[in-house]
């Protein structure tokens, strides 16, 4: 199976336990794999970094990069909007004093912790800041753009920063430890709010379309689709009918949040779900959790199938 979904999920985990330093490393590690004249800055003892910490050479392409712990918070984002300031007003006296070359673009990079965008008083200073100066082209580069910039990259360079090959996932090798994990873990971890079953079983492929879903998830969920009868085999030997309902009902509450986090992009509703399923504060190696993934996968599958996680294709009278 082409392995194109694991290795997005697998960059996107690693960015997101990133932070400071740490996230600011990663970036660089994709940047100079994504443009061979890209440089890294690092401080140097009083001078500092000049307030660059990195450019792309002879194209006048800088970026500052911000690694907060803790996006969301009110503190993180003023401090954000001070720095984005600061650090461009310090950058360009540096470069009319000859360090460097000419900005034509400065790029403000921020750790935004999966989520989309940028905070609105951010985008403002970013406006202010073009019409200040206007012969030079200001933008931000959130986690989304850099997961984006990534799977643009060579498979061999996304090994390379993921630091280990990336197996394919196999739907068939479904470990009932594993599951039981999940499941365990789901008990403790999301709410059992109650819905009304529907129960409908939409044609498959029709309702991956209706739901706008990328070719790189479709091909994922219907490999998992193949499997889900050894899931429906252990769960009938190990649980019992109501706790499936109940297990039905987590991943609908799994799915209504998403909706509320991301209520335009199918790919990330689903992607939150995924990682919504499983304990990520445990370091997994990169077999295990390719494991984990390739079981949720299964699971989504079953209830996608069969429950009202994505909506159903609209019927036609």
Excluded: W
């Amino acid at each position: 199976m082409n392995s194109e979904f694991l290795t997005e999920v697998m960059f996107e985990n690693k960015m997101l336990k990133c932070m400071g330093n740490e996230f600011q490393n990663l970036f660089y590690q994709v940047m100079k794999k994504y443009n061979k004249n890209f440089i890294e800055i690092k401080p140097q003892g009083s001078q500092g970094d000049r307030k660059c910490d990195g450019y792309i050479k002879n194209e006048g392409i800088f970026y500052q990069v911000y690694g907060p712990e803790d996006a969301s918070n009110a503190q993180t984002q003023k401090y954000a909007i001070s720095k984005l300031k600061e650090d461009f007003e310090g950058l360009y006296v540096h470069t009319n004093n000859g360090h460097y070359e000419t900005v034509k673009e400065f790029h403000f990079v921020i750790n935004t912790k999966g989520n989309q965008g940028i905070y609105p008083d951010l985008a403002d200073k970013l406006n202010e800041l073009s019409q200040t100066y206007t012969h030079i082209e200001f933008g931000y580069i959130d986690t989304n753009e850099i997961i984006s910039i990534f799977m643009d990259l060579r498979s061999n360079h996304k090994r390379q920063i993921l630091t280990s090959f990336i197996p394919d996932i196999n739907f068939a090798d479904i470990k009932f430890s594993i599951v039981q994990d999940i499941v365990s873990y789901l008990s403790k971890n999301v709410s059992r709010n109650i819905f009304t079953d529907h129960l409908i079983v939409p044609d498959f492929h029709k309702k991956i379309e209706f739901n706008n879903l990328s070719s790189k998830i479709s091909n994922a969920l219907e490999e998992a689709d193949s499997c889900v009868y050894k899931l429906d085999e252990f769960l009938i030997e190990s649980y019992s009918d109501t706790f499936k309902n109940e297990l039905c009902h987590i991943y609908k509450t799994l799915y209504n949040e998403s909706k509320e986090l991301y209520p335009n992009n199918s790919d990330e509703q689903f992607k939150y779900i995924l990682n919504s399923s499983y304990d990520k504060k445990n370091t997994l190696d990169i077999q295990t959790e390719n494991q984990y993934i390739s079981n949720i996968l299964i699971i989504m599958a079953k209830y996608f199938s069969s429950c009202d996680i994505f909506e159903e294709p609209k019927k036609i009278d």
